[in-house]
């Protein structure tokens, strides 16, 4: 197990780079595997309303997933840090101090979720006929909170030591159970969309006792009841660089939410066919997603060794590496989208056509802009992986700005087609931000050796 830990202080960055990335690409494809068979089942087996339910409640489930993630990489940043500085002592009581934090958190936004979840879909105009439906599936989802919270800290504590494979092995587990619990639930018992969230919440919770089995059996991480205190010591950093990436994803979610409302003013066959190229953005992201863990990662350690050069070195490495990424999707979902929009739509042959229609403009013109995110994800890992979470916070507010704002103008300007650029456009006003961000962070944090 040891034999998987691997520090990115030394070695090529390229290779380092994208060596980590790559099981955790793997890892994300299992994982948005069930998420798009999911959506298959529903869609094919439940028919366009059920789809469109799913789709009206992904954005605010999408806010509690990215509250938790954000808490939870904000946390390994330091993790990664210590261990890059041989701090292992200090690495022990860190993690105990995030697991800690991480429990009172999700408890907090599990009474939160459920408080919030009606009116908030109420508020976002979602119509009545699948209001019930998405408010179930939500209900269920945010009270699996804690387990998701789990699995996201113990993945995190794994990938800030360099091990990326345990969480494509664990990753793997969960999606063949998912598919299996989905196929039996919903079109054996017929729990309805029920069944689907049920299935994802055991799915997760499988990842997760696979990543704690894991945890485990390292001897470097044997903590004792004293890692569990929290000390002013780990907390207060914990939070400073949890806290921003958290409202970040809040943020982001909130302007998707909007985004949704306007979306949900133009008919459930539209939110079907919109619904279907969502489920596909996390396989467009899937590439940019690894590779900004693998960014955190590498930045992390290289900044606790004080290996500040190797840190310039592995973004210029990191950036050609993820754009040429983007481009090999992008051309992938130009060629084969239909055929893969297909599996999600069901119904009369019009309402068909009209889903499809909708849903692979909008695919072509997110893949047109795949160069754009996933510069995004690396420059924004990067300063994180520094420290500095603020920036990247500022960065999030960026993209609430440009895509509420392109989302509630653009349709009234060119029509329904309108809503398809409000992504784009909040990626673009992120990288702003970010690229600026990083040369200030660079010039203040990352200053060359002084014999240099």
């Known amino acids: 197990m040891a034999a998987r830990i691997q520090s990115m202080t030394q070695g090529n960055p390229s290779k380092l780079i994208f060596t980590f990335a790559l099981p955790l690409m793997a890892g994300n494809v299992f994982q948005q595997l069930y998420t798009v068979v999911d959506t298959m089942v529903v869609g094919k087996y439940l028919g366009v309303n059920a789809?469109?339910?799913?789709?009206?409640?992904?954005?605010?489930?999408?806010?509690?997933?990215?509250?938790?993630?954000?808490?939870?990489?904000?946390?390994?940043?330091?993790?990664?840090?210590?261990?890059?500085?041989?701090?292992?002592?200090?690495?022990?009581?860190?993690?105990?101090?995030?697991?800690?934090?991480?429990?009172?958190?999700?408890?907090?936004?599990?009474?939160?979720?459920?408080?919030?979840?009606?009116?908030?879909?109420?508020?976002?105009?979602?119509?009545?006929?699948?209001?019930?439906?998405?408010?179930?599936?939500?209900?269920?989802?945010?009270?699996?909170t804690p387990v998701v919270m789990a699995y996201n800290l113990l993945a995190c504590i794994l990938r800030s030591l360099g091990d990326g494979r345990t969480p494509l092995e664990a990753m793997a587990v969960a999606s063949a159970a998912n598919i299996a619990l989905d196929?039996?639930?919903?079109?054996?018992?017929?729990?309805?969309?029920?069944?689907?969230?049920?299935?994802?919440?055991?799915?997760?919770?499988?990842?997760?006792?696979?990543?704690?089995?894991?945890?485990?059996?390292?001897?470097?991480?044997?903590?004792?009841?004293?890692?569990?205190?929290?000390?002013?010591?780990?907390?207060?950093?914990?939070?400073a660089l949890g806290a921003p990436m958290a409202f970040q994803n809040c943020i982001i979610a909130i302007g998707g939410m909007i985004v949704q409302s306007v979306v949900n003013g133009f008919g459930v066959v539209f939110i079907a066919g919109f619904t279907a190229t969502n489920k596909l953005y996390g396989v467009l992201e899937i590439a940019a997603t690894s590779y900004g863990y693998a960014m955190i990662t590498y930045v992390g350690q290289n900044l606790g060794a004080r290996q500040h050069l190797r840190i310039r070195r592995g973004t210029r490495?990191?950036?050609?590496?993820?754009?040429?990424?983007?481009?090999?999707?992008?051309?992938?979902?130009?060629?084969?989208?239909?055929?893969?929009?297909?599996?999600?739509?069901?119904?009369?042959?019009?309402?068909?056509?009209?889903?499809?229609?909708?849903?692979?403009?909008?695919?072509?013109?997110?893949?047109?802009?795949?160069?754009?995110?996933?510069v995004l994800h690396v420059v924004r890992s990067v300063i994180q992986g520094i420290g500095n979470t603020t920036l990247p916070m500022v960065s999030g507010v960026a993209e609430f700005v440009m895509r509420t704002s392109a989302a509630l103008y653009l349709p009234a300007v060119?029509?329904?087609?309108?809503?398809?650029?409000?992504?784009?456009?909040?990626?673009?006003?992120?990288?702003?931000?970010?690229?600026?961000?990083?040369?200030?962070?660079?010039?203040?944090?990352?200053?060359?050796?002084?014999?240099?």
């Open 51 to 144: 789809l469109a339910a799913l789709g009206a409640a992904d954005w605010l489930n999408w806010m509690m997933l990215g509250i938790v993630q954000g808490f939870t990489q904000g946390f390994a940043i330091l993790m990664a840090r210590e261990f890059g500085a041989g701090e292992y002592g200090r690495l022990r009581n860190v993690i105990g101090s995030s697991a800690v934090l991480s429990a009172l958190f999700s408890l907090l936004l599990v009474g939160v979720g459920q408080g919030v979840a009606r009116p908030v879909m109420i508020l976002l105009q979602t119509p009545k006929d699948i209001l019930p439906d998405a408010l179930l599936y939500l209900r269920i989802m945010f009270l699996g």
């Open 183 to 239: 196929l039996l639930f919903v079109m054996v018992f017929h729990w309805g969309i029920a069944g689907a969230a049920a299935a994802t919440l055991i799915a997760q919770l499988v990842s997760g006792l696979f990543c704690l089995y894991h945890v485990g059996r390292l001897e470097l991480l044997r903590l004792e009841r004293s890692s569990f205190r929290l000390r002013a010591g780990e907390a207060l950093p914990l939070l």
């Open 317 to 374: 490495a990191g950036l050609i590496i993820a754009t040429g990424t983007s481009v090999v999707i992008a051309a992938v979902m130009l060629l084969f989208g239909r055929i893969i929009l297909s599996g999600f739509i069901s119904g009369t042959p019009q309402e068909v056509e009209q889903a499809m229609s909708v849903a692979y403009f909008y695919l072509a013109i997110m893949s047109l802009s795949l160069p754009v995110l996933y």
């Open 414 to 452: 060119v029509g329904e087609a309108g809503i398809f650029f409000a992504e784009p456009a909040a990626w673009l006003g992120a990288d702003l931000i970010l690229v600026a961000s990083y040369f200030f962070v660079s010039r203040r944090t990352l200053r060359e050796e002084a014999e240099l």
